[in-house]
């Protein structure tokens, strides 16, 4: 009798719902007449009320009605006053009013009150087949945008975890007291809008060593995000335990392997240093090189080229030892800084970034950081489609007099 | 990007023209995997013409190179300019992936 049996196996996303209010009762069967192909289909579904406030109830009731044809004149409440009520829904509501051919003054209230049409009584069908036809192609540009506006805010959202994640795990940069031996690690990093993967982190071990990670996750979103920190997580849990870097790596790599079904992976460079005797243990998994500064120069570590972490559990990781000289620094970077593009698509790269650290001749990490952040940002303009990380270490030689030094300015002083 | 499949003999090869990265990746990825599916073991990837590769087109290629390998197939890879051999030596891929510098030397190792 309500025709919802013709429209129940409709597609939900497709189907209209049309309200038709009026005091006339025979305007049900009319409306069910001219439009049962439509109805057949699952296009549309009409449902009917007598005045405004039985109107309003059914809205509230359905809550998936999408047009409201309504007279204009009846009686408990009338045309105009529904159409201001369903102004202030949530629910957007496409409204066409019928009215008298001559009662342009009710027509035009009704157009301000928001009616997206109009159609004059006694009712053409003809013109209110275009008329509703119309007004349903809107409906549909309406649902568009929402789900369009939808999937923006889940993207957002993503994005808003993804980046929580990356922050939550960097390390805390509080300033301690700087002494004129020891070591001394600033890092920094600048995370690209769709958040790249890059992460950073640096732990006591035990009285002598530090240990200090860069790292770069292939892929974006929350995905990379979890990637990253378990990356972290577990280089510092078998750091912290003081195993050497090539053992931790391997270590690592095992764990990211056999939990990794989505062949993402992550470059990787682990290093511990020795506060007391500058002695470096490092390991690199398919990392960009990390530059030694010394007297104005600044050269790649030589090391062994390994596997990215996350492809093969058992690959065979070699670490490589360095031994550091006081007032030398390490610099360590993602590929945001050497592969930052500028306008014409050129690459900052390495050499760029060797020329500037021979250039400012500093072994501050802070001021390395500044430098090099600097002229990223400067030779790619505004901008930036990567994280962009730089670590930066110092080494000041082994214990020294002990007397009290300059605060690190926003490094952390081991 | 531009992306040609050619049948040799000692396998199938698919060569990339341009820049892998996130943008193209998705595209390369869907059809080298259509490849394997329907029956492509031995692929040789001619990246001579390849000008850059990003982690997202890394990973592209590590797909087909897991995808391979769990069907007991072979991977290939033709690489000579600079940025992209650096790259993949830089993350260890020409550990695990045979890297020729000319097409005719990969046509004419032995797979598997």
């Given at each position: 009798?309500?025709?919802?049996?013709?429209?129940?196996?409709?597609?939900?996303?497709?189907?209209?719902?049309?309200l038709?209010?009026?005091?006339?009762?025979d305007?049900s069967?009319?409306f069910?007449?001219r439009f049962?192909?439509?109805?057949?289909?699952?296009?549309?579904?009409?449902?009917f009320?007598?005045n405004?406030?039985?109107?309003?109830r059914?809205?509230?009731?359905?809550?998936?009605?999408d047009?409201v044809?309504?007279?204009i004149?009846m009686?408990?409440?009338d045309?105009?006053?529904?159409?201001?009520?369903?102004?202030?829904?949530p629910?957007?509501?496409?409204?066409?009013?019928m009215s008298?051919y001559?009662?342009?003054a009710?027509?035009r209230?009704?157009?301000?009150?928001?009616a997206?049409?109009?159609i004059?009584?006694p009712?053409?069908?003809?013109?209110l087949?275009t008329t509703?036809g119309r007004?349903?192609e809107?409906?549909r540009?309406?649902?568009?945008?929402?789900?369009?506006?939808?999937?923006l805010q889940t993207?957002?959202?993503e994005l808003?975890?993804?980046?929580?994640?990356?922050?939550?795990?960097?390390?805390?940069?509080l300033?301690?007291p700087?002494?004129?031996?020891?070591?001394e690690i600033?890092?920094r990093?600048?995370?690209a809008?769709a958040?790249?993967?890059?992460?950073y982190?640096h732990?006591?071990i035990?009285?002598?060593?530090?240990?200090f990670?860069?790292?770069?996750?292939?892929g974006?979103?929350?995905a990379?995000?979890?990637?990253m920190?378990?990356?972290r997580?577990l280089?510092?849990a078998?750091?912290?335990?003081?195993?050497?870097?090539q053992?931790c790596?391997?270590a690592?790599?095992?764990?990211?392997?056999?939990?990794?079904a989505?062949?993402?992976?992550?470059?990787a460079f682990?290093?511990?240093?020795n506060r007391?005797?500058?002695?470096?243990?490092?390991c690199?998994?398919?990392h960009?090189?990390?530059l030694?500064v010394?007297?104005?120069v600044?050269?790649?570590?030589p090391?062994e080229?390994?596997?990215?972490?996350?492809?093969?559990?058992d690959?065979?990781?070699?670490?490589?030892?360095?031994?550091?000289?006081p007032?030398e620094?390490?610099?360590?970077?993602?590929?945001g800084?050497?592969?930052?593009e500028?306008?014409?698509?050129?690459?900052?790269?390495?050499?760029?970034?060797?020329?500037?650290?021979a250039?400012?001749d500093t072994?501050d990490?802070s001021?390395i950081?500044d430098?090099?952040?600097?002229?990223v940002?400067s030779f790619?303009?505004?901008?930036q489609?990567?994280?962009?990380?730089?670590?930066?270490?110092?080494?000041?030689?082994?214990?020294?007099?002990g007397a009290d030094?300059?605060?690190?300015?926003d490094?952390?002083a081991? | 990007?531009?992306?040609?499949?050619?049948?040799?003999?000692s396998?199938?090869?698919?060569?990339l023209?341009g820049?892998?990265?996130v943008?193209?990746?998705?595209d390369?990825?869907r059809?080298?995997?259509?490849l394997?599916?329907t029956?492509?073991r031995?692929?040789?990837l001619d990246?001579?013409d390849?000008t850059?590769?990003?982690?997202?087109g890394l990973?592209?290629?590590l797909?087909?190179?897991k995808s391979?390998?769990s069907r007991?197939?072979?991977?290939?890879?033709v690489?000579?300019?600079?940025?992209?051999l650096?790259?993949?030596?830089?993350?260890?891929f020409t550990g695990?992936?045979?890297?020729?510098?000319?097409?005719a030397e990969?046509?004419?190792?032995p797979?598997g």
């Amino acid at each position: 009798m309500t025709g919802t049996s013709a429209t129940a196996a409709a597609p939900a996303t497709g189907r209209v719902k049309v309200l038709v209010v009026d005091d006339e009762p025979d305007l049900s069967l009319l409306f069910r007449q001219r439009f049962r192909r439509q109805i057949g289909a699952g296009e549309m579904e009409f449902v009917f009320a007598a005045n405004g406030l039985e109107a309003l109830r059914t809205v509230e009731h359905d809550g998936d009605v999408d047009i409201v044809v309504t007279d204009i004149n009846m009686p408990v409440m009338d045309g105009l006053t529904l159409l201001g009520e369903l102004k202030s829904r949530p629910r957007l509501h496409r409204a066409v009013v019928m009215s008298a051919y001559d009662d342009l003054a009710n027509i035009r209230a009704a157009m301000n009150r928001g009616a997206f049409d109009f159609i004059t009584k006694p009712i053409d069908f003809q013109d209110l087949e275009t008329t509703l036809g119309r007004t349903m192609e809107q409906v549909r540009g309406d649902r568009r945008a929402s789900e369009a506006r939808r999937q923006l805010q889940t993207l957002q959202h993503e994005l808003d975890i993804a980046r929580t994640i990356q922050r939550s795990i960097l390390p805390d940069s509080l300033p301690r007291p700087a002494r004129p031996d020891g070591v001394e690690i600033a890092g920094r990093m600048l995370p690209a809008a769709a958040i790249g993967g890059d992460f950073y982190d640096h732990f006591t071990i035990d009285a002598d060593r530090i240990g200090f990670v860069i790292g770069d996750v292939s892929g974006k979103g929350v995905a990379a995000a979890l990637f990253m920190a378990m990356t972290r997580t577990l280089v510092r849990a078998s750091g912290q335990a003081g195993a050497s870097a090539q053992s931790c790596v391997a270590a690592a790599n095992r764990m990211l392997t056999s939990d990794n079904a989505t062949t993402m992976f992550v470059s990787a460079f682990y290093g511990i240093m020795n506060r007391r005797t500058g002695e470096l243990d490092f390991c690199n998994a398919g990392h960009t090189p990390v530059l030694v500064v010394r007297d104005g120069v600044a050269t790649p570590l030589p090391t062994e080229t390994n596997l990215v972490l996350g492809i093969e559990a058992d690959y065979p990781y070699i670490g490589g030892r360095h031994q550091c000289r006081p007032g030398e620094a390490l610099v360590l970077s993602t590929d945001g800084v050497t592969e930052a593009e500028n306008v014409a698509g050129e690459f900052y790269g390495l050499p760029r970034l060797r020329g500037l650290l021979a250039r400012i001749d500093t072994v501050d990490p802070s001021r390395i950081l500044d430098a090099v952040l600097a002229d990223v940002r400067s030779f790619t303009g505004a901008g930036q489609t990567d994280d962009i990380t730089v670590l930066a270490l110092e080494w000041r030689g082994g214990e020294g007099p002990g007397a009290d030094g300059p605060t690190a300015l926003d490094g952390t002083a081991y | 990007m531009d992306m040609t499949v050619k049948q040799e003999a000692s396998g199938t090869v698919v060569s990339l023209a341009g820049r892998l990265d996130v943008v193209s990746c998705e595209d390369v990825g869907r059809r080298v995997e259509e490849l394997i599916d329907t029956g492509t073991r031995h692929l040789v990837l001619d990246a001579s013409d390849m000008t850059y590769v990003s982690s997202a087109g890394l990973k592209t290629i590590l797909h087909a190179y897991k995808s391979l390998k769990s069907r007991q197939g072979s991977l290939r890879i033709v690489a000579t300019n600079e940025f992209v051999l650096q790259v993949m030596r830089t993350t260890g891929f020409t550990g695990i992936v045979a890297v020729f510098p000319t097409l005719a030397e990969a046509l004419a190792s032995p797979v598997g």
